[in-house]
């Protein structure tokens, strides 16, 4: 691996329009919100509104990092609690059959050190899914996708049913000769698969102290290992990716790597295009964590109220070491706390963050 590269602020590349854009992207939110909230009677995130597992457990940083791995966070060795929350991206509640990427928040409760600007509490987040590039490069080409979405939220389910059907018919074509469509996949072709199998990335970069990295979560327990690319059958079961979870956590213990790649190459590892996977023969993700769920109750009305109504994850949620980098990661730091917000105003359940133990 080359010599990752310092941080510098040099690295962002800041556009006149993004104010103007993220405003824009404030009010499809808020639209989206709008529209499910009248659908739900019930205020519902603007994206990855459906989860389907709210888990508690450790992370434990890992002893004996290299210098470039030990940063922020993951500096000294150490235990924390933390928070794990699976959804899928749409903004309105889904059958499972109408299957989309997935996605994975942790949230890393007391951690010390300098945090981000306006970040209360002492939490660390990670905003994560199952693809290790963006759908769009920056926060300009993701508001066309967004002004889709919206459009799109009231459709009845029933045809969307039959669209992802079709999209998943051609794209195990395609992954049958070897290729793939992130295109295809976020649009609802996604293969009907565990949902615990999966591998989730930040997909977008961030400081990693004196340094810069994209983060990975992958299952790494045997039981986790062995339900990647498994088949699950949804057909006939809107909460087939929850049950699938429950059913998992009532009787086995899960285990996830957390994993850092560094930036080694300005060129071919570009801050400002998400939509850009980093090559791992320049920069594999290396270990820095682990994470352990227990076995546990993954879904029940106390959970709904403290971990899904009650938080908010956010890369903005954390320290300054581990400060969100580019477009994408800008963006959310205007539109995630709007959308916290309509959440915690309509539902009357104050956001917070949780106490360290």
């Given at each position: 691996?080359?010599?990752?590269?310092?941080?510098?602020?040099?690295?962002?590349?800041?556009?006149?329009?993004?104010?103007?854009?993220?405003?824009?992207?404030?009010?499809?939110?808020?639209?989206?919100?709008?529209?499910?909230?009248?659908?739900?009677g019930?205020a519902?995130?603007?994206?990855?509104?459906?989860?389907?597992?709210?888990?508690?457990?450790?992370?434990?940083?890992?002893?004996?990092?290299?210098?470039?791995?030990?940063?922020?966070?993951?500096?000294?060795?150490?235990?924390?609690?933390?928070?794990?929350r699976?959804?899928?991206?749409?903004?309105?509640?889904?059958?499972?059959?109408?299957?989309?990427?997935?996605?994975?928040?942790?949230?890393?409760?007391?951690?010390?050190?300098?945090?981000?600007?306006?970040?209360?509490?002492?939490?660390?987040?990670?905003?994560?899914?199952?693809?290790?590039?963006?759908?769009?490069?920056?926060?300009?080409?993701?508001?066309?996708?967004?002004?889709?979405?919206?459009?799109?939220?009231?459709?009845?389910?029933?045809?969307?049913k039959?669209?992802?059907?079709?999209?998943?018919?051609?794209?195990?074509?395609?992954?049958?000769?070897?290729?793939?469509?992130?295109?295809?996949?976020?649009?609802?072709?996604?293969?009907?698969?565990?949902?615990?199998?999966?591998?989730?990335?930040?997909?977008?970069?961030?400081?990693?102290?004196?340094?810069?990295?994209?983060?990975?979560?992958?299952?790494?327990?045997?039981?986790?290992?062995?339900?990647?690319?498994a088949?699950?059958?949804?057909?006939?079961?809107?909460?087939?990716?929850?049950?699938?979870?429950?059913?998992?956590?009532?009787?086995?213990e899960?285990?996830?790597?957390?994993?850092?790649?560094?930036?080694?190459?300005?060129?071919?590892?570009?801050?400002?295009?998400?939509?850009?996977?980093?090559?791992?023969?320049?920069?594999?993700?290396?270990?820095?964590?682990?994470?352990?769920?227990?076995?546990?109750?993954?879904?029940?009305?106390?959970?709904?109220?403290?971990?899904?109504?009650g938080?908010?994850?956010?890369?903005?949620?954390?320290?300054?070491?581990?400060?969100?980098?580019?477009?994408?990661?800008?963006?959310?730091?205007?539109?995630?706390?709007?959308?916290?917000?309509?959440?915690?105003?309509?539902?009357?359940?104050?956001?917070h963050?949780?106490?360290?133990?």
């Amino acid at each position: 691996m080359q010599a990752p590269i310092r941080f510098d602020p040099s690295l962002e590349s800041v556009q006149p329009d993004e104010g103007e854009v993220q405003a824009e992207m404030i009010r499809v939110f808020e639209r989206i919100q709008e529209t499910t909230l009248k659908d739900y009677g019930h205020a519902v995130r603007g994206v990855h509104a459906k989860s389907h597992g709210l888990l508690t457990g450790r992370l434990t940083v890992l002893p004996d990092l290299p210098a470039p791995l030990a940063q922020g966070l993951f500096a000294t060795p150490g235990t924390y609690e933390a928070v794990v929350r699976l959804s899928t991206n749409p903004g309105d509640i889904l059958d499972d059959s109408v299957s989309t990427p997935r996605g994975l928040a942790l949230k890393v409760i007391g951690v010390p050190g300098e945090r981000l600007p306006g970040a209360g509490g002492d939490t660390q987040d990670f905003v994560m899914a199952n693809a290790p590039a963006f759908t769009a490069p920056d926060a300009k080409a993701f508001l066309k996708s967004l002004k889709l979405l919206a459009a799109t939220t009231d459709t009845p389910q029933v045809f969307k049913k039959v669209f992802s059907a079709a999209l998943r018919g051609v794209e195990t074509a395609l992954e049958a000769v070897g290729s793939k469509s992130p295109t295809l996949i976020a649009l609802g072709g996604h293969p009907e698969t565990h949902i615990l199998g999966e591998t989730f990335y930040s997909q977008a970069p961030l400081r990693w102290g004196d340094y810069v990295a994209k983060v990975a979560l992958a299952p790494v327990s045997p039981a986790l290992t062995a339900l990647t690319g498994a088949s699950l059958n949804v057909n006939g079961r809107p909460n087939g990716l929850r049950e699938a979870v429950s059913g998992f956590f009532s009787g086995h213990e899960g285990v996830w790597e957390l994993r850092a790649q560094l930036l080694t190459d300005r060129a071919a590892m570009p801050i400002e295009d998400a939509s850009q996977p980093w090559p791992e023969a320049l920069s594999p993700y290396l270990p820095v964590a682990r994470i352990t769920v227990p076995p546990q109750e993954s879904w029940s009305d106390a959970k709904v109220r403290d971990l899904d109504d009650g938080l908010a994850f956010s890369p903005w949620h954390g320290l300054a070491a581990h400060q969100p980098l580019g477009s994408v990661m800008r963006a959310r730091r205007a539109v995630y706390p709007r959308s916290a917000g309509f959440r915690a105003s309509h539902n009357g359940c104050p956001i917070h963050e949780p106490a360290r133990p």
